[in-house]
Nanobody
Framework: QVQLVESGGGLVQAGGSLRLSCEGS????????VGWFRQAPGKEREFVAR????????RYAESVKGRFTISRDNAKNTAYLQMPTLKPEDTAVYYC???????????????WGQGTQVTVSS
């Protein structure tokens, strides 16, 4: 079992930045892929970024590529999503998830955090 807790969300103006954290419990956290997803009101949950255990296999959604950076520190059982130059369209609840399959499909992830709200004002 892995439990995930996100933090770092908040309200920022367009162009501002936030860093989300996802702290995992359990000694096996470092062996899981970690994905970040987001869900805006009235929309489906969408993939944002994912990272493998070694941090060598990373993938981003086209909408955030070149802006967001995913990383992890296995010694701290924590994954991060650095989000500079935020846009109003980035407003959503952001979730981290852990899974054992390399995929952008949220259905394939086994464990989820409770989510953290990110609101970007124009």
């Amino acid at each position: 079992q892995v439990q995930l807790v996100e933090s770092g969300g908040g309200l920022v103006q367009a162009g501002g930045s936030l860093r989300l954290s996802c702290e995992g419990s359990g000694r096996t956290f470092s062996s899981y892929y970690v994905g970040w997803f987001r869900q805006a009101p009235g929309k489906e949950r969408e993939f944002v970024a994912r990272i493998d255990w070694s941090s060598r296999n990373i993938r981003y959604a086209e909408s955030v590529k070149g802006r967001f950076t995913i990383s992890r520190d296995n010694a701290k059982n924590t994954a991060y999503l650095q989000m500079p130059t935020l846009k109003p369209e980035d407003t959503a609840v952001y979730y981290c998830a852990a899974g054992s399959v390399v995929t952008t499909n949220p259905l394939a992830y086994d464990y989820w955090g409770q989510g953290t709200q990110v609101t970007v004002s124009s």
